[in-house]
């Protein structure tokens, strides 16, 4: 079963790895949530890091927690509720607009 979730955790690490180096390749604008993983078990106090590639000169992020800009957001969510959320990434322009732009999601828990 060990060998089986490895091989497993390997090739979804490859995955990425590829569909981020196609993306380089393309000139695409991409995010990705590298930490906390889909799926995660968190505390209340928790830091999200993410990459961005290609991304226009003046284009940032835009985090959300369940569907809430978090505005001025520096890297830790802080007494986030018990139970499950959803956080989402998005790049956003010059002019703060983020409508159809490249973004990710994922979902943790927060402990009980």
């Not at 695409?28 to 949530?33: E, H, L, R, V």
Request: glycine content about 8%.
């Amino acid at each position: 079963m060990t060998r089986l979730l490895r091989s497993a955790c390997i090739l979804t690490m490859g995955a990425t790895v590829a569909v981020n180096s196609w993306c380089a390749a393309e000139g695409s604008t991409t995010i990705s949530i590298l930490a906390p993983h889909n799926g995660e078990t968190v505390a209340e106090t928790f830091d999200i890091t993410y990459e961005i590639l290609n991304a226009p000169k003046g284009n940032q992020a835009h985090i959300y927690l369940d569907g809430t800009y978090q505005k001025g957001f520096k890297g830790t969510f802080t007494h986030v509720p018990k139970g499950e959320h959803t956080i989402t990434v998005k790049i956003a322009d010059h002019d703060h607009k983020d409508g159809d732009t490249a973004a990710d999601s994922i979902t943790v828990k927060v402990a009980e």
